[in-house]
């Protein structure tokens, strides 16, 4: 409601934002899915209308009939896109009551289990019915974009057989089989590849997944995937088009927009250059490998980590020299905790050593280093070159400890120094050439870096028994801002290589059949190469709204403890319900 629409017979109905009495006139700021309109109800002129409305309270829901007017010169409420106008009612009637609410719906600053409690009060806080306006954009141009590259959106099952993504299972209890179980899917992995075989050439699905892991502020235990799978295609298509479905839903969702072409990382690469698969490209700083420069190095600091196959890794920090002597020895406690064997810090600036070339340098450690070295440290600059003012921050070890904490180092003084370009700045890159297998200390075995149905690098094939740790694979992921969003691969569908992927996994040819028999036995009968991806929504619709957390773009979200304080889930069951299921319940074992 504008001006314009000043005369105007309306009818409006929501709930009681606020009520006030002014000495006699009555104002009802009324609130609906659209907004708030101010309600203007004067005594002398309609004593009914008054007298039903007088008693109003907040959050009735009421409804009223009357005309828009302009409100009075200097009424007019410019917070308000409605601040011009007012409905002055003919007729008001109540819906419904409300009893004294337990908090007011605009109150975020309530306990999060309580606004999980009454989470249907929560949901009237426009700032959370924004947020699922700005999900349900993004879903619907997912759908079109999907829709107008031929893809089929086709549902897959909820009951089913575990899938390996790495997680816990939600099991089901069968009542048809006691003592069998469904799980509820990680994720429809294997239904996609099945529905290639099956000749569909091209899925997706915003599809719900369960996985019962320990949870985060990103995580929930159910969330929604967007699932795709594609038939005779390459790990290029399934980015290509992974690609333009993320942009058309983030600029759709937000107006955000993603900028050119995204850069693509092979996972080394991101590791050694930004110390994460995941890397915050945000942040204008890049690490740099001194390996080399140190081979021969005199100083048994760095000489020891380097000759046992270790790197040294470097990282300027723009105004660094202004940590203070407390702060470094917090940090490299820190990075010690992190299992770095110590951490090597060079200020700029003032007065210091000048060997290096550079800016004077005061370091613990600069005397026992040669000019070439302490060159090689004022050179480590990326991409900008080392000034007076900054501070190199350095550590020499394994690459797979080294790489880790240089890339928390990196974040540690992007927050540290406020070096993330400021603003709404989207970075994206797809990372590429994972590893295929990682070794679990733990279990004593390889396991699947993405999971067991993706297809190693054809030039890595050999390495498959002999080097497994050594195997890329054809998987890639999008990461956004530092945060994965999604991860795919180009999938088995070589039953051998299938084969031979399980054994490498350590799952014998009678295992491999007893799991993954149904897969095994399809792909021998004339399976298409295939590929796809799976995008996390929930992290999408987050990053997007600019929330801190899942929950704030889910409609019903769980606690961290995967509880929902409203309908009491989980709950005890039924003696008879176990009973027809063959469950007894056994006290845990503590
Ligand atoms: N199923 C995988 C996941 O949930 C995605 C994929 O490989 O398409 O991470």
């Given at each position: 409601m504008r001006p314009a629409d000043a005369g105007r017979e309306v009818t409006v109905c929501g709930w009681v934002d606020s009520a006030r009495d002014h000495g006699g006139l009555l104002f009802v700021d009324l609130r609906d899915r659209s907004g708030i309109v101010q309600v203007t109800i004067d005594?002398?002129?309609?004593?009914?209308?008054?007298?039903?409305?007088?008693?109003?309270?907040g959050e009735w829901t009421v409804g009223v009939r009357g005309r828009v007017g302009l409100r009075a010169a200097g009424?007019?409420?410019?917070?308000?896109?409605?601040?011009?106008?007012?409905i002055v009612p003919a007729q008001v009637e109540v819906f419904g009551k409300a009893r004294p609410l337990p908090f007011q719906p605009g109150d975020a600053s309530v306990e999060?289990?309580?606004?999980l409690r009454y989470r249907y009060l929560d949901l009237r806080r426009p700032a959370l019915q924004d947020n699922l306006r700005l999900r349900h954009r993004l879903i619907a141009a997912v759908r079109a974009t999907c829709d107008g590259e031929g893809f089929v959106e086709i549902e897959?099952?909820?009951?089913?057989?575990?899938?390996?993504?790495?997680?816990?299972?939600?099991?089901?209890?069968?009542?048809?089989?006691?003592?069998?179980?469904?799980?509820?899917p990680q994720s429809p992995q294997l239904f996609k590849q099945l529905l290639m075989i099956g000749g569909l050439e091209r899925y997706y699905q915003i599809a719900r997944c369960w996985r019962d892991e320990d949870l985060r502020a990103d995580r929930q235990p159910e969330f929604t995937q967007l699932d795709v799978e594609m038939s005779f295609i390459g790990p290029e298509d399934v980015m290509g088009l992974g690609e333009r479905v993320v942009r058309a839903a983030l600029a759709a969702a937000a107006g955000i927009d993603l900028g050119g072409p995204l850069p693509r990382l092979p996972y080394a690469e991101a590791l050694a250059r930004y110390g994460s698969d995941k890397p915050d490209l945000r942040v204008p700083l890049e690490i740099a490998d001194l390996t080399e420069a140190f081979a021969a190095t005199a100083f048994e600091g760095f000489g020891a980590a380097l000759r046992s196959g270790g790197v040294l890794r470097a990282l300027r920090v723009p105004g660094g020299a202004a940590l203070a002597r407390r702060e470094l020895d917090a940090l490299t406690a820190d990075a010690r905790g992190r299992g770095a064997g110590g951490l090597a810090w060079f200020l700029y600036g003032g007065e210091g050593d000048l060997r290096g070339g550079g800016p004077p340098c005061r370091s613990p450690i600069a005397k026992?280093?040669?000019?070439?070295?302490?060159?090689?440290?004022?050179?480590?600059?990326?991409?900008?070159?080392?000034?007076?003012?900054?501070?190199?921050?350095?550590?020499a070890d394994r690459p797979e400890v080294a790489a880790p904490v240089m890339g928390w180092?990196?974040?540690?003084?992007?927050?540290?120094?406020?070096?993330?370009?400021?603003?709404?700045v989207w970075r994206a890159a797809w990372v590429t050439d994972f590893p295929l297998l990682e070794w679990n200390g733990e279990e004593r075995r390889f396991v699947a870096v993405h999971h067991p149905f993706t297809a190693p690098h054809p030039d890595d094939l050999a390495l498959l028994a002999s080097g497994p740790g050594h195997v890329?694979?054809?998987?890639?992921?999008?990461?956004?801002?530092?945060?994965?969003?999604?991860?795919?691969?180009?999938?088995?569908?070589?039953?051998?290589?299938?084969?031979?992927?399980?054994?490498?996994?350590?799952?014998?040819?009678?295992?491999?059949?007893?799991?993954?028999?149904?897969?095994?036995?399809?792909?021998?009968?004339?399976?298409?190469?295939?590929?796809?991806?799976?995008?996390?929504?929930?992290?999408l619709a987050m990053l997007a709204a600019g929330a801190d957390s899942i929950r704030d773009v889910i409609a019903f979200p769980k606690t961290a403890r995967a509880a929902d304080p409203m309908t009491?889930?989980?709950?005890?069951?039924?003696?008879?319900?176990?009973?027809?299921?063959?469950?007894?319940?056994?006290?845990?074992?503590?």
């Open positions: 005594p002398g002129r309609s004593p009914d209308v008054w007298s039903g409305a007088r008693h109003w309270r009424n007019e409420n410019p917070r308000l896109p409605t601040g011009e106008v007012e999060e289990t309580t606004r897959t099952p909820t009951l089913t057989r575990s899938t390996p993504e790495g997680a816990r299972d939600y099991l089901v209890p069968a009542r048809t089989a006691p003592g069998s179980f469904y799980a509820l026992f280093l040669s000019p070439d070295e302490l060159r090689a440290i004022a050179a480590a600059g990326r991409p900008a070159p080392v000034e007076a003012g900054d501070a190199v921050l350095a550590v180092l990196r974040l540690w003084a992007a927050d540290r120094f406020r070096l993330r370009e400021p603003g709404a890329r694979a054809l998987a890639y992921d999008l990461v956004l801002n530092g945060t994965e969003v999604g991860g795919g691969s180009i999938r088995n569908h070589d039953a051998d290589v299938q084969a031979a992927v399980f054994a490498a996994l350590g799952l014998g040819p009678e295992e491999a059949r007893e799991q993954f028999g149904f897969l095994l036995e399809a792909l021998s009968y004339g399976a298409p190469p295939h590929g796809g991806i799976a995008f996390g929504l929930d992290r009491g889930a989980p709950a005890p069951v039924a003696e008879r319900q176990l009973r027809d299921l063959g469950l007894r319940v056994v006290p845990p074992v503590r």
